[in-house]
Nanobody
Framework: QVQLVESGGGLVQPGGSLTLSCVAS???????INWYRQAPGKLLEWVAS???????SYLDSVKGRFTISRDNTASTVYLQMNSLKPEDTAVYYC????????WGQGTQVTVSS
């Protein structure tokens, strides 16, 4: 069993920054973690991933603006989001696959002036 809890969302102006956190519990923290997002009226979209050893990958539209990282000692993954745009507005979800899919409850990010 894996439990994932996100935090760090909020309202930010265009060009601003936010850092999301995903704290995992319930199992040894050796699985990759993914961030997804879902904007109003749109499909769920993969944003970024980080493996246990720190290998990262990103959606093209966030490359150079978002940074995913993990602290294995704290069982936490971070998504640092810079130069935010209105089109980044969405509910952001933390996800893991460890024998089955696990999802966090989501955290709202709103980019608006």
């Amino acid at each position: 069993q894996v439990q994932l809890v996100e935090s760090g969302g909020g309202l930010v102006q265009p060009g601003g920054s936010l850092t999301l956190s995903c704290v995992a519990s319930g199992s040894e923290f050796i699985y990759p973690i993914n961030w997804y997002r879902q904007a109003p009226g749109k499909l769920l979209e993969w944003v970024a991933s980080v493996t246990h050893v720190g290998t990262t990958s990103y959606l093209d539209s966030v490359k150079g603006r978002f940074t995913i990282s993990r602290d294995n000692t704290a069982s936490t993954v971070y998504l640092q989001m810079n130069s935010l745009k209105p089109e980044d507005t969405a509910v952001y979800y933390c996800h893991a696959y460890w024998a089955r899919d696990y999802w966090g409850q989501g955290t709202q990010v709103t980019v608006s002036s």
